[in-house]
């Protein structure tokens, strides 16, 4: 029974991940420059996990040696990461961006394999053809589901960035309470993004229906982190991985809902691709990739 209340937890943090996507695409559509529609989102989440931690009494700061590093990766890596992705939803529509993007676990596996981290296995390496298959497939698969060049160079440096960030995360803050880690993740990234958009002047008020969207977005994305930490700690990092593949599938159903971008069958088949690459992913990783793996999504 309490597996089985988890796993819904987890099928619900991967929910609300999908549903970021929409409401980031639904700001991206209107224009909203990534500083406004990133910073107040980040901004919003980062001081609701504030708040969590307090009424769960845990540790506001990360421990002496790894707060510098805490909020430099939400600065430094987080911060850029949700930045591409963002530029991404400018040029190419949710399902898309979302699909494309499933392609970090392979990559991740890849990139420990390259360090040493783990060893070459045929089920990393399949993983890796799925995923790069799938993303050439739902790239040019056409019907609704679009992306342009300059959008699938966004979404992959957004992969990159990812994979520096997961691969980092469980090396410089090892001893950080994870939500805490989120926390910081956030208040990190909403520092980079403003700064970015003040120095470009490029940080102006929205409307009030859009200053919502994007206030529900940083809600929902508190509301995802939350029940992340609390069922990575039930289910393990593999388990919990294979269940956030949902936030893709999610991301393209609310987007075919709300915002008609219909998916085509081809586009389908790609990304039925990707996502069992990234389950492949999880499941062939030793226990300390499993940590990196299950760095924040975005």
Same mark, same amino acid.
């Given at each position: 029974?309490?597996?089985?209340?988890?796993?819904?937890? $987890?099928?619900?943090?991967?929910?609300?991940?999908?549903?970021?996507?929409?409401?980031?695409?639904?700001?991206?559509?209107?224009?909203?420059?990534?500083?406004?529609?990133?910073?107040?989102?980040?901004?919003?989440a980062?001081?609701?996990?504030?708040?969590?931690?307090?009424?769960?009494?845990?540790?506001?700061?990360?421990?002496?040696?790894?707060?510098?590093?805490?909020?430099?990766?939400?600065?430094?890596?987080?911060?850029?990461?949700?930045?591409?992705?963002?530029?991404?939803?400018?040029?190419?529509?949710? $399902?898309?961006?979302?699909?494309?993007?499933?392609?970090?676990?392979?990559?991740?596996?890849?990139?420990?394999?390259?360090?040493?981290?783990?060893?070459?296995?045929?089920?990393?390496?399949?993983?890796?053809?799925?995923?790069?298959?799938?993303?050439?497939?739902?790239?040019?698969?056409?019907?609704?589901?679009?992306?342009?060049?300059?959008?699938?160079?966004?979404?992959?440096?957004?992969?990159?960035?990812?994979?520096?960030?997961?691969?980092?995360?469980?090396?410089?803050?090892?001893?950080?309470?994870?939500?805490?880690?989120?926390?910081?993740?956030?208040?990190?990234?909403?520092?980079?993004?403003?700064l970015?958009?003040?120095?470009?002047?490029?940080?102006?008020?929205?409307?009030?229906?859009?200053?919502?969207?994007?206030?529900?977005?940083?809600?929902?994305?508190?509301?995802a982190?939350?029940?992340?930490?609390?069922?990575?700690?039930r289910?393990?990092?593999?388990r919990?991985?294979?269940?956030?593949?949902?936030?893709?599938?999610?991301?393209?159903?609310?987007?075919?809902?709300?915002?008609?971008?219909?998916?085509?069958?081809?586009?389908?088949?790609?990304?039925?691709?990707?996502?069992?690459?990234?389950?492949?992913? $999880?499941?062939?990783?030793?226990?300390?990739v499993?940590?990196?793996?299950?760095?924040?999504?975005?």
């Open positions: 029974m309490k597996s089985g209340r988890d796993l819904a937890l $987890a099928v619900l943090a991967a929910a609300c991940f999908g549903t970021t996507i929409v409401f980031s695409r639904t700001v991206a559509r209107e224009g909203v420059a990534p500083g406004v529609a990133l910073g107040i989102r980040f901004a919003c980062g001081l609701l996990l504030v708040l969590v931690l307090a009424v769960q009494r845990r540790p506001l700061l990360p421990p002496p040696g790894e707060r510098l590093w805490a909020f430099g990766l939400g600065f430094a890596f987080y911060g850029v990461e949700a930045t591409f992705f963002y530029l991404a939803l400018e040029r190419g529509t949710a $399902a898309a961006v979302a699909l494309i993007f499933y392609a970090y676990p392979a990559v991740v596996a890849l990139t420990e394999t390259l360090l040493g981290t783990i060893r070459l296995r045929s089920r990393t390496l399949l993983a890796l053809v799925l995923a790069i298959s799938g993303s050439a497939i739902v790239a040019i698969g056409g019907g609704e589901v679009v992306i342009t060049t300059g959008g699938v160079a966004f979404i992959c440096g957004s992969i990159a960035v990812f994979t520096g960030y997961a691969v980092l995360s469980a090396r410089v803050v090892p001893n950080t309470d994870s939500l805490t880690s989120a926390a910081w993740t956030a208040i990190g990234a909403a520092s980079m993004v403003l970015v958009g003040g120095l470009r002047g490029s940080l102006e008020a929205p409307d009030a229906d859009i200053l919502r969207v994007i206030l529900a977005n940083g809600v929902t994305t508190a509301v982190f939350t029940m992340w930490f609390v069922v990575i700690d289910l393990g990092a593999t919990t991985a294979i269940c956030m593949a949902l936030e893709a599938v999610v991301g393209v159903i609310l987007a075919a809902i709300f915002l008609d971008e219909s998916v085509r069958a081809l586009v389908a088949l790609g990304g039925v691709a990707i996502l069992i690459g990234a389950v492949l992913a $999880a499941l062939g990783t030793s226990p300390r499993e940590a990196t793996e299950a760095a924040t999504p975005p």
